[in-house]
């Protein structure tokens, strides 16, 4: 009997290290892993030459649908995702309008999901103080786990969640067996220095980034452990942008806190030099830092201590990303097509990162962390999802496929190319000479996560 698909004569990227094996598919699922695989095929690719990744796992963007589709929506977001070698994606619960603080707009959100995703998806709900009492609602109909904001999310619509509300929202997750993730600043030492400095008429680049400086996401992270440690709570910190905070996870983990830390391609990347240059196309919070704490950063995800690295796509219409006061443009970085080219650039080429770690952080360990059955590793019974990537290409990034395309990496030199993308064993995306080609029928899942019990480990 044939198989329906064999990738032949590629450099698997196991957890275990690179592996020389072909990969044999059927209904979906990596039913063999061998050396010179003898059985037919309905289909074949020959990957000499190539490296297969597990797909990416983006555990962290905003594709913003319903409401502000205009923004970014399904269909645009995956096709950048799924040209940066993502299969799976965890989409965040602002900026769609209204946000998914309750089972009806979990399940509107799921719907058009299910209509217009391109790759596999899950939904995070909020945790706010409007929504204390529909937490155990939202994790009935099926949501990854509950975000929440120790800061301004710039929405009112989404408020940030005061102690009490955290501590209580912690509370319930750990009953529900979910896990909280936070954006971890301190509101009330970012909005004093914000006002401050517009009091004096700053409003610039440089006034920006002095207004949130590292101490502000120090402060946040201990207190989100904190609370952590006394609940019991798997708390997971989103876009961590200074070594001290992934270290404060560190030491809290070893003590036996159940907490994860994330950072993002762009605190990998870029520095505070570059949003000077670049301006509203790197706005974000935390924001950029200097070079120093970037390459510490680096060196905190080389010693294993950085768990996962999510896009943290958040685009904007043009309009909102104008003005000459800094601190009114909308923050956040389009980025869902640029991972794992910052990993390759800037780990394995740059800094001799092992390819099995950035697979780790990229695909592995948020799998793991948000209980993903099927999804992060390239193992038998796995769902077939990779990324063709030809490892030693350098190219210059310049055809994006997000709605906006106002993208900081775009003219950035990379090494290391997806020349396919194939969610469960089909072709998601391809590069070619002429152009990008997209499956425009292929339609994602809806990911739950699995009970506790049945998770792997994180480590």
């Known amino acids: 009997m044939a198989l329906d698909l064999l990738v032949r004569g590629g450099t698997l990227v196991t957890p275990h290290g690179p592996l020389r094996a072909d990969m044999a598919v059927e209904d979906g699922r990596i039913v063999s892993l061998a050396l010179d695989a003898s059985t037919p095929a309905r289909a074949e690719i020959d990957a000499t030459g190539l490296h297969v990744f597990p797909g990416v796992v983006d555990a962290h963007v905003h594709l913003n649908e319903p409401g502000r589709t205009h923004w970014e929506g399904f269909d645009t977001g995956t096709r950048a995702l799924a040209a940066g070698g993502a299969t799976s994606y965890l989409d965040m619960p602002l900026n769609s309008s209204p946000p ?3 089972g009806a707009t979990f399940r ?3 719907t058009l ?4 995703s391109r790759l596999d998806f899950g939904l ?30 710039g929405l009112d619509e989404f408020p940030a969640a005061d102690d009490a509300t955290l501590f209580e929202g912690m509370r319930a997750a750990r009953r529900a067996g979910l896990v909280v993730a936070t954006h971890a600043e301190s509101d009330t030492f970012t909005r004093a220095l914000a006002q401050a400095a517009q009091a004096q008429g700053r409003r610039g680049v440089r006034d920006y980034l002095q207004s949130r400086p590292p101490v502000t996401e120090a402060e946040a992270v201990s207190r989100a452990l904190l609370f952590a440690e006394e609940t019991g709570a798997a708390l997971h910190l989103v876009h961590l942008s200074t070594a001290r905070g992934v270290a404060l996870a560190a030491e809290a983990r070893a003590r036996g806190v159940d907490v994860t830390a994330e950072t993002c391609p762009h605190y990998l990347h870029f520095t505070g030099e570059d949003v000077e240059r670049l301006g509203a196309l790197l706005k974000c919070a935390p924001p950029l830092r200097d070079a120093a704490t ?10 294993g201590q950085i768990d996962t690295v999510g896009s943290d796509h958040s685009p904007a219409p043009p309009d909102l990303k104008a003005g000459e006061d800094f601190f009114a443009i909308w923050g ?7 991972t794992l080219n910052v990993l390759l650039q800037g780990g394995y080429w740059a800094r001799d990162v092992p390819l099995e770690v950035i697979a780790a952080v990229s695909a592995l360990t948020p799998a793991r962390r948000f209980g993903l059955s099927g999804k992060g590793a390239l193992q038998l019974g796995a769902d077939a999802d990779f990324a063709l990537v030809r ?13 906006h395309q106002g993208n900081p990496y775009r003219g950035q030199t990379f090494r290391g190319r997806v020349h396919g993308t194939f969610l469960r064993g089909q072709a ?7 152009g990008a080609q997209f499956n425009d029928t292929l339609r994602g899942r809806l990911l739950k996560p699995a009970p506790p019990a049945h998770r792997r480990p994180t480590e």
């Open 332 to 338: 956040g970085v389009s980025g869902a097509q640029s």
């Open 391 to 403: 490892l030693d290409e350098t190219f210059t990034l310049t055809d994006l496929y997000d709605r």
């Open 113 to 116: 999901g299910e209509a217009k």
């Open 124 to 153: 995070w709900g909020g945790l706010t103080p409007l929504n204390l009492t529909e937490l155990d609602d939202l994790a009935a109909a099926g949501v990854i786990g509950f975000k929440a904001f120790m800061s301004h999310s």
């Open 294 to 303: 970037r390459e510490a950063l680096w060196q905190a995800l080389k010693a």
């Open 428 to 434: 998601a995306y391809r590069h070619a000479p002429g």
């Open 100 to 102: 998914v603080l309750d």
């Open 108 to 110: 509107a959100k799921r």
